[in-house]
């Protein structure tokens, strides 16, 4: 963790210095140790276009996509855990479809309002995505098994491909509001702010809580239903808080940055490498190792790229290979 967590910062204070406008690192330290402190005796030499491109610019952004790399890492850790599918992702269950969904309602009717348009569509359209999908996965007639990984996948699939339909129409009849939309499905972290920053924050730490809380119980649910239940899990209702938690997580991750894929998917994958498959080591390093790696492919489209392309693209474009690379490793042992 210490070592992760070394990394991490490590990475945004190369970020907060490389850009169109290069930062020396004392000046970044001076401005972050006034804007933590308030001693203005460290930024008087500072140059204040510095401060601006710090404060303003640079740092929104860097910590919103810190902040949703955890959260879709931590995200792809639940889902793996509850569907006891090393191929689910937090998408799994339609929850991206449902966001973008609502998103391009937003953009149609070109509501103007910062965070309470788009953002707030989104993540009601991935929240009520979720309870549909809960709801058609659910079986009166036997509870326990209700809420069974087939019957969740299943169900998430039929939602999403209805919403992929239905994104494509609203595509159809955008006009001149098409590009929008369909800029905003690949996903970026272009003029994010402080609110953009803290919401996910929000949901992070609550969601952290709540999975370390429960990883022991997720520990026993990889044994089997019957197994876990034998030791103790109140499988239904451990199941139904998981499912919600990283469905959450993934939510306001999605109607922030746009659909990002393959983070949560790819991520747990190479923590196992080294902590194994106990959620209690696994869920805070993929944390950081996601927060580490959506940094690194940001800054690698925001400085070293000659011209920013969007990051769902990028991540799409490096982690398909890799994640082929470790199916295709698993398979042959």
Same mark, same amino acid.
């Given at each position: 963790?210490?070592?992760?967590?070394?990394?991490?910062?490590?990475?945004?204070?190369?970020?907060?210095?490389?850009?169109?406008?290069?930062?020396?690192?004392?000046?970044?330290?001076?401005?972050?140790?006034?804007?933590?402190?308030?001693?203005?005796?460290?930024?008087?030499?500072?140059?204040?276009?510095?401060?601006?491109?710090?404060?303003?610019?640079?740092?929104?952004?860097?910590?919103? &996509?810190?902040?949703?790399?955890?959260?879709?890492?931590?995200?792809?850790?639940?889902?793996?855990?509850?569907?006891?599918?090393?191929?689910?992702?937090?998408?799994?269950?339609?929850?991206?479809?449902?966001?973008?969904?609502?998103?391009?309602?937003?953009?149609?009717?070109?509501?103007?309002?910062?965070?309470?348009?788009?953002?707030?569509?989104?993540?009601?359209?991935? &929240?009520?995505?979720?309870?549909?999908?809960?709801?058609?996965?659910?079986?009166?007639?036997?509870?326990?098994?209700?809420?069974?990984?087939?019957?969740?996948?299943?169900?998430?699939?039929?939602?999403?491909?209805?919403?992929?339909?239905?994104?494509?129409?609203?595509?159809?009849?955008?006009?001149?509001?098409?590009?929008?939309?369909?800029?905003?499905?690949?996903?970026?972290?272009?003029?994010?702010?402080?609110?953009?920053?803290?919401?996910?924050?929000?949901?992070?730490?609550?969601?952290?809580?709540?999975?370390?809380?429960?990883?022991?119980?997720?520990?026993?649910?990889?044994?089997?239903?019957?197994?876990?239940?034998?030791?103790?899990?109140?499988?239904?209702?451990?199941?139904?808080?998981?499912?919600?938690?990283?469905?959450?997580?993934?939510?306001?991750?999605?109607?922030?940055?746009?659909?990002?894929?393959?983070?949560?998917?790819?991520?747990?994958?190479?923590?196992?490498?080294?902590?194994?498959?106990?959620?209690?080591?696994?869920?805070?390093?993929?944390?950081?190792?996601?927060?580490?790696?959506?940094?690194?492919?940001?800054?690698?489209?925001?400085?070293?790229?000659?011209?920013?392309?969007?990051?769902?693209?990028?991540?799409?474009?490096?982690?398909?290979?890799?994640?082929?690379?470790?199916?295709?490793?698993?398979?042959?042992?």
């Amino acid at each position: 963790m210490v070592l992760f967590s070394l990394i991490l910062v490590l990475m945004i204070f190369t970020s907060l210095s490389m850009g169109y406008i290069h930062i020396p690192l004392m000046d970044i330290i001076n401005i972050l140790i006034e804007k933590i402190f308030g001693n203005f005796h460290f930024i008087e030499n500072t140059n204040e276009i510095y401060l601006a491109v710090i404060l303003d610019v640079r740092l929104p952004r860097i910590l919103t &996509c810190t902040a949703v790399g955890a959260a879709l890492a931590v995200s792809g850790g639940l889902f793996q855990g509850i569907l006891l599918n090393p191929l689910a992702d937090p998408y799994t269950l339609g929850v991206s479809a449902g966001a973008a969904f609502g998103a391009s309602i937003a953009i149609l009717l070109n509501l103007s309002a910062a965070f309470v348009s788009v953002p707030a569509f989104a993540f009601t359209g991935a &929240c009520v995505t979720l309870f549909v999908v809960i709801f058609l996965s659910y079986s009166s007639k036997n509870p326990m098994s209700g809420l069974s990984s087939n019957n969740l996948i299943l169900s998430g699939i039929i939602i999403g491909a209805i919403l992929s339909a239905g994104i494509s129409f609203l595509k159809f009849i955008a006009n001149e509001q098409v590009s929008v939309i369909i800029f905003w499905l690949m996903g970026s972290f272009a003029s994010k702010t402080w609110p953009d920053f803290f919401a996910v924050m929000i949901f992070l730490v609550i969601g952290l809580f709540i999975s370390i809380f429960f990883a022991r119980d997720l520990n026993l649910i990889s044994l089997g239903a019957k197994s876990a239940t034998s030791l103790g899990v109140d499988l239904k209702k451990v199941t139904l808080i998981l499912l919600v938690t990283g469905s959450m997580l993934a939510a306001i991750s999605v109607s922030v940055s746009g659909i990002i894929g393959f983070v949560g998917l790819l991520i747990p994958h190479m923590v196992r490498f080294v902590t194994g498959p106990d959620n209690r080591k696994l869920i805070p390093l993929s944390m950081l190792a996601g927060a580490f790696l959506l940094l690194m492919a940001d800054t690698i489209t925001r400085a070293v790229l000659p011209h920013e392309i969007p990051i769902g693209v990028l991540t799409a474009l490096t982690g398909g290979p890799v994640f082929c690379w470790i199916f295709k490793k698993s398979r042959l042992k």
